[in-house]
């Protein structure tokens, strides 16, 4: 599957975006998919993943509450959502696709599209 993330910019702190990932290349509906980023001098580290059927999204602890994955079947799109972003939250974010949701969230990814920045100011 070829992934294409967007929607990447510089915001406030408190601010909101909203991260986009097409997907092309496999049929979307059966698989799980997820975002990750990874900011300067720091490993990647997972954000969020969403199960084929949209029913399971788990949550890295620092962004519950405040991100929501979602997806859209008929525009082959997972979403992040991204409300009361932080200066912390400043990475390149990746969106990512792998064969089940646990795997997904562990890392054990099939699939990278490129990254895109986010750059939260104080």
């Known amino acids: 599957v070829q992934l294409q993330a967007s929607g990447g910019g510089l915001v406030q702190a408190g601010g909101s975006l909203r991260l986009s990932c097409s997907a092309s290349g496999r049929t979307f509906n059966n698989i799980p998919m997820g975002w990750f980023r990874q900011a300067p001098g720091k490993e990647r580290e997972f954000v969020a993943a969403i199960s084929s059927n949209g029913g399971t999204t788990p949550y890295a602890d620092s962004v519950k509450g405040r991100f929501t994955i979602s997806r859209d079947y008929a525009k082959n799109t997972v979403y992040l959502q991204m409300n009361s972003l932080k200066p912390e939250d400043t990475a390149v974010y990746y969106c990512?696709?792998?064969?089940?949701?646990?795997?997904?969230?562990?890392?054990?990814?099939?699939?990278w599209g490129q990254g895109t920045l986010v750059t939260v100011s104080s």
């Open positions: 990512a696709a792998g064969a089940t949701t646990s795997a997904v969230a562990t890392g054990r990814v099939g699939s």
